[in-house]
């Protein structure tokens, strides 16, 4: 190593140090895929790390433990006055002085350790049986004094390196995501799957997502960053490849919430002459793979179907958690016009009902349900349902010393056919909610939210066990068409109609295609999601390989304009041009490892991730426009409009 100095011309000071270092290969390693056996005799070996804590014993002896570069195990160093054979005179000195955290080369004698210490709770593990007679250390670089780096220190997020330095949780998620994707591409790569990179710099479509949109400098022109590879795969499908993959990055300029990221990885995949049987077949021999040899745990082979008919009646989601109970069932047929109106504002409503049964303290204990559900609804996650236009929820806490068992407000007929549907015991929640009577559309109703919320808050006050297991499932037949809406600006077209998976998606029969001019809104889809614990792994979908079904679909269907039409003509020609059938699916690779490894949110796997700002605090990104950038790429700022914050 040596140390260049810079100095001030004019005043003589040193302006910094500079270390200039070769240093020699490690003969051991600490990570912890490599033993550390004891040597036979003696054995000089190199190591790589961090220093770790030091404990001194006297000004002449001290122990310091060396951490390997993966920081999972760490050996104890120990230096003393005396010099060595073969030893620098100077290494007591130097390893005294230096900080913990500064990454060093040890040279020293292997030999078996005396006396083993016990085991503490730190993440790092402790090598017991061997240690280390300073020979000589090497300081790879300097660790400041004004960063202070203890075992209780909290990095935020603008320090993200550090905060991944120090969390071993962190870097096991990154371990484990790499793992999987090995493992997913080997077993593609079995299955015949080809690895085919897509372009990021594509053209704006409107697929349904906002997008991202990159200027050029040639004036009026820009590039779109990909929503998904989509057309491009169905492209590959015209192109003669029969079964593609890629881990690709896609980007949508959306809202941001734990599981979403304005960038994110998903593995996405195509097969022709296929449908959705074979697409769901090999889905399902994917995920079965990663949880057998990642978390040693068995999957059903085939995985149970739902409609998104029945998911949305029976759970108020199209992505349910079935891990519990707690099942919607219509009523309105039960009650008395008059506690109708008293629910709802609604003409002919529809009034559905679940129950809410603890099962971690006494069941016939109405007074903790009361006192539950009273909480609930004044704490700021149950004022909302309570605030909901289509009137709030009725709830009834089941009391066998009330009138009717507390459903008095019920009539008596009333009350008697509620508890006969709904099998209520004493000491449950009964909870009614109104909606408009019309076909589903979202993605949840306003009961299905409030049965998750009311679940999540029993679990964490411990009135409820919390479901355990993973419990997968594919939610089938979604509507082709929903109407549009302002949270999702859909294709642009004129018809009030939005394409509820993307524009490319075959109606499911013959049936279906008759229907499209007739009544769109009643058109299923060969749509299928992949929904595990609640949480939708994936979607994807039977592709439309017929140009004139493309083309009728945006343009009579959709009513799209000719332009916007126009923005799909490579598409159209590929499928022209004797496309095969065809189809697909994407898995949102974030969420998926987020759910195997039990993370609240996709930032826990993420190594640089995005705050719900769509921030990244440590690199300071976006940036701002400089008068240059500006000019280069022909913008301006439009006089009025402010800035989305």
Known sequence: ???FRIFCVSCGNTLIHILVTSFPAETRSLTSSEPITPPDGEEVVVLHGYLGSIASLSKKLIFVQLIGKDRTRSIQIVSSARTLKDGDASAHEIIKKLPMHTPVVVRGLLREREQQPKQDSSEIEKIKHVEVDLLSIQPL?????????????????EQRHLQLRSEAELR???SFRSKVGLTLRSKLDELGFVDIETPLLFKSTPEGAREFIVPTRRKGFAYALPQSPQQFKQILMGSGIPKYYQFARCFRDEDLRADRQP?????????????????MSTIEDLICSIWSQHLNIRLPKVFPRISYEEAMSQYGSDKPDTRFDMMLSRIDYLLPGDLIAKITSLHDPIIEAFVLRFDSVPSNEPHITRNFIGSFLDSPGGTSFMA???GGPGVFVIDSQQPLQGLQALGFEAAEHVNDECQIEDGDLLVLQARVNRPFSAGSTALGNLRLALHAAAVRQGYIKPPTGFDPLWITDFPLFSPTSDVEPGQGGSAGLAAT???FTSPKTAADVDMLLLDPTRVIGDHYDLVVNGVELGGGSRRIHNAQLQALIMRDVLKMSSERLADFSHLLEVLRAGCPPHAGIALGFDRLIALMLGKSSVRDVIAFPKTGKGEDPLVKSPGPLSEGNLNTYHLQYSPGVESIT
């Open 1 to 3: 190593m040596k140390i």
């Open 263 to 279: 960038e994110f990885t998903q593995l996405d995949l195509e097969m022709s002459f296929a449908g959705a049987e074979q697409v």
């Open 141 to 157: 670089n300097e660790f400041p004094s004004d960063i202070v780096a203890t075992a209780d220190t909290v990095f935020g997020p």
């Open 172 to 174: 096991k998620a990154l």
């Open 388 to 390: 909901n236009p289509d």
């Open 501 to 503: 998976h993307h524009p």
